[in-house]
């Protein structure tokens, strides 16, 4: 599977991941690879279900929240990114941290979306 994807600088916070080619509404974009899992809540890793967290320095991380997301983290069977909306060629990849991560700390919501919660949960 070809990667369409690419980091840049991001309106949201620091480098983004951004798509170089359409993706359609419920492609997936991106399986993430297990290979770097973590038993305990650590910062910069996704929850990922279990008691599982996984470190993914090659996109998963650079990944930024948006209340308005247009990808969802999907936790069926294996985890992969996945459109929830179709997404245009230099949009940036974005999902709700909210959906994921149950126990996290409150930091203050940059994504500028017009559903902005003004918060979204995070690991510190």
């Not at 770097?36 to 991380?61: P, Q, S």
């Not at 997404?87 to 126990?103: C, G, M, P």
């Amino acid at each position: 599977m070809k990667s369409n994807l690419y980091k840049k600088e991001s309106k949201i916070h620091g480098l983004g991941i951004f798509t170089n080619a359409p993706i359609l509404k419920n492609a997936v974009i991106y399986k993430v690879p297990l290979n770097k899992i973590y038993h305990a809540a650590r910062k910069k890793c996704a929850f990922i279900g279990n008691n599982m967290w996984v470190d993914d320095e090659k996109i998963l991380n650079f990944i930024n929240h948006s209340c308005n997301a247009n990808a969802k983290l999907d936790l069926s069977d294996k985890p992969q990114i996945i459109a929830k909306r179709k997404i245009k060629t230099d949009e940036e990849i974005t999902v709700d941290y909210d959906q994921t991560e149950l126990n996290g700390t409150k930091m203050i919501c940059c994504c500028k979306s017009k559903k902005c919660k003004k918060y979204f949960l995070t690991i510190q």
